[in-house]
């Protein structure tokens, strides 16, 4: 499985982007019986990953981050085998390179623990918020 996340970008504080996260594997493969996670990693030395919302195949539920709840939305279109990750409100403090992983459940572990679990990852799409 392969994963490519889009659509970053620089955006004042404030403002708005939506990521994509495509994801490709074998014959017959369909997103919608995977859990997709979405986290970021800041710039700077040692700075840890944070997962910030998961999103749960078949319908299951959405996990936020405190971070980000009430302003970072996760949208699914499993004809597309895309998820999206709509990003309002935006802070300076947002301002990382973000990632998708692709998993079989979401859960609040997986959320704290940055997706480590997850199968597949993605490369990142940097997002930059001036102030």
């Known amino acids: 499985v392969q994963l490519q996340a889009s659509g970053g970008g620089l955006v004042q504080a404030g403002g708005s982007l939506r990521l994509s996260c495509v994801a490709s594997g074998f014959s017959g493969f369909t997103l919608e019986n995977y859990a997709i996670g979405w986290l970021r990693q800041a710039p700077g030395y040692g700075v840890e990953r944070e997962g910030i919302?998961?999103?749960?195949?078949?319908?299951?539920?959405?996990y936020y981050a405190e971070s980000v709840k009430g302003r970072f939305t996760i949208t699914r279109d499993n004809g597309e085998n895309t998820v999206f990750l709509q990003m309002d409100s935006l802070k300076p403090e947002d301002t990382a390179d973000y990632y998708c992983s692709l998993g079989r459940t979401c859960s609040d572990y997986h959320l704290a623990n940055s997706f480590r679990e997850f199968d597949y990852w993605g490369r990142g799409t940097q997002v930059t918020v001036s102030s």
């Open positions: 919302l998961c999103t749960s195949g078949s319908g299951g539920p959405t």
